[in-house]
């Protein structure tokens, strides 16, 4: 079993930055990649930034150039921090630990950006 315990998000206005973080506990060496996944209202769960366990990364374009994710392997964490921020991006936000045959996730946690 793996845990993961995200930070608080909040509430941002258009144009402000926040940084999230995941810490993760347990069976982490089954861990293969961690990521940052978002579930706006009415809409589908969406990768938001993704790194491997070598250090890869990926994000999809509407994030590209805003967020970044990276790791403290020391301290088993791995932050998003969000740049940029519009009102899309309000959301709430799930930490995801990908182990090959599944995945777990954390509790999520709201970002809320206000116009």
């Known amino acids: 079993q793996v845990q993961l315990v995200e930070s608080r998000g909040g509430l941002v206005q258009a144009g402000g930055s926040l940084r999230l973080s995941c810490a993760a506990s347990?069976?982490?060496?089954?861990?293969?990649?961690m990521g940052w996944y978002r579930q706006a209202p009415g809409k589908q769960r969406e990768l938001v930034a993704r790194i491997t366990n070598s250090g890869s990364t990926n994000y999809p374009d509407s994030v590209k150039g805003r967020f970044t994710i990276s790791r403290d392997n020391a301290k088993n964490t791995v932050y998003l921090q969000m740049n940029s921020l519009k009102p899309e991006d309000t959301a709430v936000y799930y930490c995801n630990a990908d182990y090959g045959m599944g995945d777990y996730w954390g509790q999520g946690t709201q970002v809320t950006v206000s116009s």
């Open positions: 347990g069976s982490i060496f089954r861990i293969n990649a």
